[in-house]
Nanobody, 114 residues
Framework: QVQLVESGGGLVQPGGSLRLSCEASGHFFSSKSMGWFRQAPGKQRELVARFNGGGNTNYADSVVGRFTISRDNVKNTVYLQMNSLKPEDTAVYYC????????WGQGTQVTVSS
């Protein structure tokens, strides 16, 4: 069984920064891809950033230049550094790992407000 544990969410003022972490645990060799989605109230879940199967990164247009995804393969952990946060970044952020199937974390709330 694979488990994803997220951390790092919280309340931040516009223009501030947060760093999310997601550690994958369980019996698996490696993930095909890992990344982050988010879901704001009343909206569909959307891709934020991910490492795809080829190891390249994909970002939502709205976060390019502000968010950076990185990973530590030894720790099976993926990070999301979020800078210059805006109120529209407010959402629950979910980690995803694609191994034999897609696994989701429980979500971590990010609120950007003054």
């Amino acid at each position: 069984q694979v488990q994803l544990v997220e951390s790092g969410g919280g309340l931040v003022q516009p223009g501030g920064s947060l760093r999310l972490s997601c550690e994958a645990s369980g019996h698996f060799f490696s993930s095909k891809s890992m990344g982050w989605f988010r879901q704001a109230p009343g909206k569909q879940r959307e891709l934020v950033a991910r490492f795809n199967g080829g190891g390249n990164t994909n970002y939502a247009d709205s976060v390019v230049g502000r968010f950076t995804i990185s990973r530590d393969n030894v720790k099976n952990t993926v990070y999301l550094q979020m800078n210059s946060l805006k109120p529209e970044d407010t959402a629950v952020y979910y980690c995803i790992a694609v191994i034999d199937r897609s696994y989701w974390g429980q979500g971590t709330q990010v609120t950007v407000s003054s």
